[in-house]
Structures are given as structure tokens and as C-alpha cells.
Nanobody
């Protein structure tokens, strides 16, 4: 069983930056698809970004050009660099790692963008 733990959330002003981290209890990011999701109050969980084998990435249109997903397989870490944050980015952010029938989630970290 793999455990994922997010960190790095907090309160930031519009236009600011945060870097979220996702620590895995095992070496998975070289063979699993890594994803960041977010869920705002009253909304469904939505996919923000994904990183695939070989390093290809995907971004939701709402964050393209502002967020960057990356991983460090040697450290069992995945990251989400978030720049030019907007109030509408406020949500709980979850990391996810999936492969075949395996699907692991972190507990989430709150990001609040407000002046």
C-alpha cells in the first residue's frame, strides 16, 4: 500500500506563488501516472495537471502557462509549482498516483488565494 502526503498549501495573495509537494512512501513516480486534482467548495474534483512516463505533461486550460508539474523519482516526490495565482485557484489540492488497478490519493492540502 502506497501512502501519499501533500504539503505546501497555505494562504497567498493574488499573483503570488506556491509549490505543492507530494511525498510517496514508495518508489512509484517512475512507473505511475502522477496527477494533481483540486476541489473547491460546492464543486466537483477536477484534474489540474498530470505527468506521464517519460515526462510528458498535461494541464487543464485554466492553469496552462501558470502551473508546472514535475517529479523526482529518486526522492519519491511530485510537485506542482503554481504561479500567478488567482482567487479561483482556491481549493483543496490532492495528489494522485495511478497504474492499472492501483489508484492512490493523498489527504489534500488547502490553497487559499485572497487579498
Amino acid at each position: 500500500q502506497v501512502q501519499l502526503v501533500e504539503s505546501g498549501g497555505g494562504l497567498v495573495q493574488p499573483g503570488g506563488s506556491l509549490r505543492l509537494s507530494c511525498a510517496a512512501s514508495g518508489s512509484i513516480f517512475s512507473t505511475y501516472i502522477g496527477r494533481w486534482y483540486r476541489q473547491a467548495p460546492g464543486s466537483q474534483r477536477e484534474l489540474v495537471a498530470a505527468i506521464f512516463y517519460g515526462g510528458a505533461t498535461y494541464y487543464a486550460d485554466s492553469v496552462k502557462g501558470r502551473f508546472t508539474i514535475s517529479n523526482d523519482s529518486a526522492k519519491n516526490m511530485m510537485y506542482l509549482q503554481m504561479n500567478s495565482l488567482k482567487p479561483e485557484d482556491t481549493a483543496v489540492y490532492f495528489c494522485n498516483a495511478a497504474r492499472a488497478r492501483d489508484n492512490y490519493w493523498g489527504q489534500g492540502t488547502q490553497v487559499t488565494v485572497s487579498s
